[in-house]
């Protein structure tokens, strides 16, 4: 059971500060590998909550191995990411305030497999052309990505 599973058996659905991790990876074209999830439909890049004991680095590359299957090598900071536009509430309720420091790559090994509970769909998308719906708390960090 992770941390955030475990504060919630106390607090519930109430707001949470979540630190996680979080890397847009993208391919020799440039393109950026984005998620379906399968919990909104929505479109994200993988990442998640850090645990208790891991650095965030680690907590980038164990949810981008757990979320794609795909292992990372070096990788780069790219930006820090909070406050309201960054809240997000999940479909079952929860919410949560995050602290996302998200990464970039694009040195990545291994072939996307994806766990169906989590993603339905994949792709690397042209940041002109991105799928359908982004995830809320992802759109100001792929805003700033497109910008930069």
């Known amino acids: 059971m992770s941390y955030i599973e475990e504060l919630r058996k106390v607090v519930g659905t109430r707001p949470l500060i979540m630190v996680g991790a979080a890397i847009l990876i993208t391919d020799p074209q440039g393109r950026l590998l984005l998620l379906c999830r399968a919990d909104n439909g929505c479109w994200g890049i993988p990442g998640g909550a ?5 650095t ?3 907590a980038a590359r164990r949810e981008t191995l757990e979320e794609t299957g795909l292992k990372v ?11 309201p536009e960054v809240y997000y509430r999940y479909p079952n309720g929860d ?24 993603h339905t769909d994949w792709g690397y998308f042209e940041v002109s ?10 759109q100001p960090i792929i805003a700033h990505y497109a910008n930069r």
């Open 50 to 54: 850090m645990e208790p004991g891991e």
């Open 56 to 58: 965030l680095e680690d």
């Open 73 to 83: 090598g070096a990788m780069s900071l790219f930006g820090v990411f909070s406050g």
């Open 95 to 118: 919410e949560v305030y995050n602290v996302a420091v998200v990464y970039t790559t694009q040195e990545t090994s291994g072939e996307i497999r994806l766990d169906p509970a989590e």
């Open 129 to 138: 052309s991105l799928p359908g719906k982004l995830s809320p708390p992802i």
